[in-house]
């Protein structure tokens, strides 16, 4: 037999969810109407939606029927049970905590182990980390390595922490002033690129050497896996689970939005072996999520949870998911559209900087690109930039470090007509490209201005 090239959806359809078909006039109105801020548009007014892979997975029958199955009693439900070894049979560790989802996790795990004075050091902190460390009084310090930001290198694992700072900075700030390092797999805020494992190894001697607890901060742990596999010759010929097995014991606890490499709607967990930490953990999840056996989940959510972790580490699977990624990236680059390299395990990362360099940060090119994927053809994106993470206004503005557009797959929703559109779309902006014009924001709320911030149109050139 051949080895066969095409690699296929490891599925087939069984029920389906219509588009949302829109005319371009429509969609101008709507644009206009949300003010330039696409989480102000109903979705059902979204034809192809990459705002994000989060919660968006399509869930399989077999998860389905899990919901059937699901035991909604309050305490010692059997979804609880079974939710428990799910996650214990993956990761190893001894304590599970359900939550309603990963923020929730965080926010009960910061409270726990940091406060002021502390110092969490991470590869990169995802948005919610950074809060919840900064909300328990402590600082977020981001150690990525060089090429991270270097975005045409094919560097394989630029999720990587940089070893060397972070004994520098051990050494400068005290490890008994750091209560944890987390490693963000795969780094969702520099591109969904991978950690390797022998990064993690190194990363796990330096925190064991210095006594400081390791933490995987796992919406993406099974992808990253799977790039390891495919990137780190040393690990090609292991299993994804056994990968994925080794990665968490490398550390002593994790956090996880189950979000993503869950397959589901909705939930989380923090896992761990300190027994010290338990007792306030749990105090806190039931003042905030609910008894320590449900926490703020639905028996029949635990039930699909425990599902989608064993369907999660499936070969076919997740060789399909890194080939559509990939796939989308090979479509964008025939069109010169400039991109983070390598792809990455959940998205694509369109570098707006250099594709509308008309379009200065202070007049938002990630965000004007955004609004024009949206009024071309109804596709859904979200800018991590300017108006995500810069500040200020006029003179006083300050860019963020990249300007980006995140085009999120949701797990096992779309097919490969839907990426073929994409790219075609994509072609059609990049030959009428230097006629987008910039935003500017017209009304923003005091954080997270991205959810909610009002824009509009301007001219570009000049500060207003
Ligand atoms: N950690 C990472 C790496 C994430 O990407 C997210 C969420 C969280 C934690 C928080 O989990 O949403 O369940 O509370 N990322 C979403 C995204 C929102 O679109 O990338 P949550």
Redesign the pocket.
Known sequence: MPKWKTIIEPFRIKMVEPLGFTTEKERSDLLKKAHYNLFQIPADKVLIDL?????TSAMSSEQWACLMRGDESYAGARSWYVFEKAVKDLTGYRYVLPA???????RIFMSVSCGPGKTVIANTH????RANVEAAGSVALDLPVKEAFNFSSAAPFKGNIDIAALKKSISEIGARNIPMIIM??????LGGQPVSLSNLKEASKVARQNKIPLII?A??FAENAFLIKLREREQSHRSVIQIAREMFSLADGC??????DAFAN???FLAFNDSGWLKKAKELLILGEGFPTYGGLAGRDLEAIAQGLKEIVDENYLSYRARSVAYLAEGLKKHKVPIINPPGG??IYVDAKHFLPHILPHQFPAQALVCELYGVAGIRS?EVGSLMFGRGKGRDFEPAKMELV?L?LPRRVYTQSHVDFIIEVFGFIASRKKFIEGLEIIEEPKTLRHFTAKLKPVRVGGFR
């Open positions: 705002l994000t892979d989060s919660g309603h989802q990963g923020r929730a996790a965080e995802f948005d919610t980390t963000t797999v795969t780094n969702n805020s901060d919406a993406r956090l996880m939005s189950a979000k993503k909705m939930g989380g959940h998205a979200v995140r999120a």
